[in-house]
């Protein structure tokens, strides 16, 4: 990420756009005895990504940092919350973790209608409770700030440790609308389902990681490189690991480098990644060449040409 860290998106004197920090998140569930991921259809009318297959998710936004939103999660979650780091490795305030954090819960309700929320004393939310936010999500996705006031006045909390930290990805730098996200997992409660808002999307899907990928390969689902790479990744842990318990448990401290691709442009449009041999020949922002990046990415392509 660049040096100056204005969230506006505008692009600076010194150099490209600067993005926008972003949450998402990979929402799972086990049904006779397969891994399930979500994801919804954006709208194809829709600028950004209109017609792909995504995660739910989006932008912070400052209803996400307010000291009401923030009070959703409580301290001894807190202490807890993940330590995410910026693209040159410093640690980002703790306000700007919580925040990412209460935007993730936000947009995975307003997508889907999952409420990733407890009571006060750790217990599932009533039916009626749940019936009542769903009544209030189409206000909550116009005026963000309404999540707080609405779970505070059902009296539930949000707990940072539903979530595991998976990946971080930030947007070529050649890009005019980027975004810096941070994707997390989580178990869809066994009480809940999902329904589409149809407002940013117009279809929802549960499907397994490797029938996704290969929907992706043979063009029956246009999906972002992101969110391939990611189910890709989801894919080789659901292989090791069978269960969604065991998933979570096993993925809870893992290491979650920044991916920062780069798009080279010959006869060929070229997305190039970090672990490529070549990627610090190629021009654009790029991560720095002391991260060493895990075996499980290394595995993953290196670079894929698009038409």
Not at 41 to 50: D, I, K, P, T, V
Request: with cysteine; proline share 7%.
């Amino acid at each position: 990420m660049s040096s100056n860290s204005n969230q506006s998106g505008a692009t600076t004197p010194s150099g490209p756009v600067v993005p926008r920090h972003a949450a998402s998140v990979l929402l799972l569930r086990e049904r006779d005895g397969a891994i399930e991921i979500l994801l919804t259809r954006r709208h194809q009318n829709l600028a950004f990504m209109g017609g792909l297959w995504v995660f739910p998710g989006g932008a912070l936004c400052p209803a996400d940092l307010a000291p009401e939103s923030l009070a959703l999660i409580p301290e001894p979650a807190q202490a807890s919350c993940h330590r995410l780091l910026d693209l040159d490795g410093n640690a980002l305030p703790d306000t700007m973790c919580l925040g990412l954090a209460v935007a993730a819960f936000r947009e995975t309700f307003e997508e889907t209608g999952v409420l990733l929320a407890t009571t006060t004393d750790g217990g599932h939310g009533s039916d009626a409770r749940l019936a009542r936010l769903h009544e209030r999500r189409p206000a909550i996705v116009s005026q963000p700030e309404l999540f707080a006031t609405s779970l505070q006045e059902e009296h539930l909390q949000l707990d940072v440790r539903r979530l595991v930290y998976w990946s971080h990805w930030i947007t070529p730098s050649s890009v005019s609308k980027r975004f810096d996200t941070r994707f997390f997992v989580a178990a869809l409660p066994p009480e809940q389902s999902a329904a589409v808002d149809a407002i940013e999307a117009t279809e929802i899907s549960w499907m397994t990681p490797a029938a996704l990928i290969a929907a992706a390969r043979d063009g029956s689902m246009s999906i972002s490189r992101p969110t391939l790479y990611n189910v890709m990744e989801l894919d080789a842990s659901v292989r090791q690991h069978i269960a969604l318990d065991a998933i979570l448990r096993a993925e809870a401290q893992r290491e979650v480098p920044p991916v920062l691709p780069k798009v080279v442009k010959h006869e060929q449009r070229m997305i190039v990644m970090p672990w490529d041999a070549d990627y610090p020949m190629f021009s654009g922002s790029g991560v720095s060449q002391q991260i060493t990046y895990p075996e499980r990415l290394r595995a993953l392509p290196s670079r894929i040409s698009e038409r």
